[in-house]
């Protein structure tokens, strides 16, 4: 494998913190190249010049933090072009500082609790969707609730996922933890489950929605593909 695969498989470790999804499956990785000293130049593109700078730091920064782990990598450029607040967040994760240098007296510079809270967002749409499989395959919710997380299949992308999440956010996650966690990692009663899956499926509609829009806004302005409308064309 090249070094710049190896670049690109990090960078595939990178999620947009609002929609949970890999800033390489998204198409916001604009272009990137390896020199043969091992230096990297690396282009972020978001959808639009507005999107959240909250946002676009972590995913720079993130970007950065992962491709310097790399082994053989040297020097790690990361740009994101086209941004109203670009300027302010290259030249922050340039010299290897926080959201905080980059708006001086504007932030508190703490995106641990931002980033959390869209974690659990995204725990709680992905749960749901693990859900919806196991009660389509006929699973009582008596059953649902007794899995464990050996139970679940560990090659699931979706609950790879999950999994990852829990970790994360400092939730059980071990073989013998529950397969589905509320919020504050104890199983979901039996009682609740209905009522919890309702609010997971209204989370993970909204992040669809909003991940269609990105994609959309990322062809409108860029000519990127979005994969989602070639497979409901296939």
């Known amino acids: 494998m090249t070094l710049r695969a190896k670049v690109l498989d990090a960078l595939a470790t990178v999620y947009?913190?609002?929609?949970?999804?890999?800033?390489?499956?998204?198409?916001?990785?604009?272009?990137?190249?390896?020199?043969?000293?091992?230096?990297?130049?690396?282009?972020?593109?978001?959808p639009t010049p507005q999107c959240a700078p909250n946002f676009a730091y972590l995913m720079a920064s993130d970007a950065r933090e992962r491709v310097r782990r790399v082994p053989r990598v040297g020097d790690v450029r990361v740009a994101l072009d086209d941004h109203y607040t670009g300027d302010e967040i290259n030249?922050?994760?340039?010299?290897?500082?926080?959201?905080?240098?980059?708006?001086?007296?504007?932030?508190?510079?703490?995106?641990?609790?931002?980033?959390?809270?869209?974690?659990?967002?995204?725990?709680?749409?992905?749960?749901?969707?693990?859900?919806?499989?196991?009660?389509?395959?006929?699973?009582?919710?008596?059953?649902?609730?007794?899995?464990?997380?050996?139970?679940?299949?560990?090659?699931?992308?979706?609950?790879?996922?999950?999994?990852?999440l829990r970790r994360e956010l400092g939730l059980p996650h071990d073989d013998d933890a529950p397969a589905l966690v509320a919020g504050d990692g104890g199983a979901i009663p039996v009682a609740e489950l209905s009522r919890w899956l309702r609010r997971a499926q209204l989370v993970g509609l909204s992040l669809e929605s909003n991940g269609g829009i990105c994609r959309s806004l990322l062809h409108a302005r860029h000519g990127v593909p979005d994969p989602t409308r070639q497979e409901a064309s296939a």
């Open 16 to 46: 947009d913190p609002e929609l949970d999804e890999p800033i390489t499956a998204l198409g916001f990785v604009g272009s990137c190249s390896v020199s043969a000293a091992g230096d990297v130049d690396l282009h972020l593109r978001l």
């Open 91 to 164: 030249a922050a994760i340039g010299r290897g500082g926080d959201f905080g240098d980059a708006f001086p007296g504007e932030t508190a510079g703490d995106l641990d609790a931002l980033r959390q809270l869209f974690q659990r967002k995204a725990l709680l749409a992905r749960q749901g969707r693990v859900c919806e499989r196991l009660r389509a395959g006929g699973a009582t919710v008596e059953a649902i609730v007794g899995l464990r997380v050996r139970d679940l299949a560990g090659d699931d992308p979706e609950v790879r996922r999950c999994l990852t």
